[in-house]
């Protein structure tokens, strides 16, 4: 399934989730509207994973429409969907051990600018494409990630590490930290991917750099992700967005449409 979206003619994104070859039913939860795009890859089994992504995406859909957006209020939203969370547990104790990841990108007013805010709780990503360099902005929140932070194995060792879906912090707990948040100006002709592990765990970056490149149209990189993580094994849900920034005065336009 895929969706595509545009915000006045600058802002263009799509989004697409499959439930690959291995699992019976999508845990992922994606949202790609307005200017508030987020990922959650659910965990916990018997449905209970897609009820906290769920909960993730419907509490970050309150931001979309909202004006002069701060840093502090996706955090805050992002805090409100862990605390919904532990109260739908509480409330139906068979979802106990449910979780999720939640990984996204909003527009936010920021010293008087417009600028993106990139949040994360869990191993989904964020990455960022601007001509040929294509970065991760987010840093997982695995046991692998700690390895590889601490010299003991290298990225590459991380791929096949059996222990690399693992997550060291997820929402569906109570949280020790705030989400980490990164603040990124806005530069046109830059592309946004966020996606869950579906896509990193099978996909290579270098390979995930050629297919968006391969397709400026968000929907249709979208699309050939998805499709490119399910022939390359499936093993897993799979969901990601591509949000596209087209050259322009951004502030000015974004604001408008805002």
């Known amino acids: 399934m895929s969706t595509p979206g545009e915000v006045g003619r600058r802002l ?33 089994g018997h449905a209970a994973g897609e009820v906290a992504s769920g909960i993730v995406v419907e509490t970050m859909r309150e931001l ?13 939203q992002v805090l409100q969907a862990n605390e919904r969370i532990l109260a739908s547990v509480a409330a139906h104790p068979e979802q106990r051990g449910m979780g ?13 600018r417009a600028q993106w805010a990139v949040f994360n709780v869990g191993d989904s990503r964020a990455y960022r494409l601007l001509g040929d360099d294509l970065g991760r902005v987010t840093v997982d929140h695995s046991e692998v990630q700690e390895l590889v932070d601490a010299g003991i194995i290298t990225a590459a060792e991380a791929q096949v590490h059996p ?23 806005l530069t046109p002709g830059e592309r946004f991917l966020v996606c869950s592990d579906g ?60």
């Open 12 to 44: 263009r994104f799509g989004s697409a989730t499959d439930t690959g070859r291995v699992r019976d039913h999508n845990e992922d939860a994606v949202l790609a509207e307005g200017t508030v795009f987020v990922v959650a890859d659910g965990m916990g």
């Open 64 to 76: 979309v429409g909202r004006d002069g957006l701060t840093t502090a209020e996706v955090t805050g």
């Open 100 to 112: 999720t990841t939640a990984t996204g990108l909003v527009l936010v007013t920021h010293e008087d």
């Open 163 to 185: 222990a690399r879906n693992v997550v060291t912090r997820s929402l569906g707990a109570p949280l020790a930290h705030d989400p980490d948040l990164w603040v990124v100006p």
């Open 199 to 258: 896509l990193t765990n099978e996909v290579a970056d270098e390979q995930v750099r050629a297919i968006l490149q391969a397709h400026p149209e968000p929907r249709d990189a979208a699309d050939e992700l998805v499709r490119a993580a399910v022939a390359a094994g499936g093993r897993d849900n799979v969901s990601v967005v591509v949000v596209a920034l087209d050259d322009a005065d951004v502030d000015a336009e974004l604001a408008g449409d805002r």
